[in-house]
Nanobody
Framework: QLQLVESGGGLVQPGGSLRLSCAASGFTLDYYKIGWFRQAPGKEREAVSCISRSGGSTNYADSVKGRFTISRDNAKNTVYLQMTSLKPEDTALYYC?????????????????????WGQGTQVTVSS
């Protein structure tokens, strides 16, 4: 079974921080590029941030640029999304996805990109 599992979501006040984790089992994550996506009620799914295999290249949606940071620890088979200065509009179900295809982080960081694996998501709620 090839699986991605997200964790770290929860309830946080506006201006607060959360760190999401995306852990892989059944395959070696360092051979894959990773994207973070989110979907809020009544809104379309959007790409949030993506990272290359080595972590040397990243991409961010304009809505989160300067507030979120994507990183990876290949020794732990895990990718992270550090979320700071959270806003109520960040409330969403956050997913991670992995692709083994040869692509740039810019090209893969779109909603329609055909990823190989998807996690089940972790809920982030930003509210007072």
């Amino acid at each position: 079974q090839l699986q991605l599992v997200e964790s770290g979501g929860g309830l946080v006040q506006p201006g607060g921080s959360l760190r999401l984790s995306c852990a892989a089992s059944g395959f070696t994550l360092d051979y894959y590029k990773i994207g973070w996506f989110r979907q809020a009620p009544g809104k379309e799914r959007e790409a949030v941030s993506c990272i290359s295999r080595s972590g040397g290249s990243t991409n961010y949606a304009d809505s989160v640029k300067g507030r979120f940071t994507i990183s990876r620890d290949n020794a732990k088979n895990t990718v992270y999304l550090q979320m700071t200065s959270l806003k109520p509009e960040d409330t969403a179900l956050y997913y991670c996805a992995a692709t083994g295809r040869f692509t740039t982080v810019q090209a893969m960081c779109v909603m329609t990109y055909p990823y190989d694996y998807w996690g089940q998501g972790t809920q982030v709620t930003v509210s007072s």
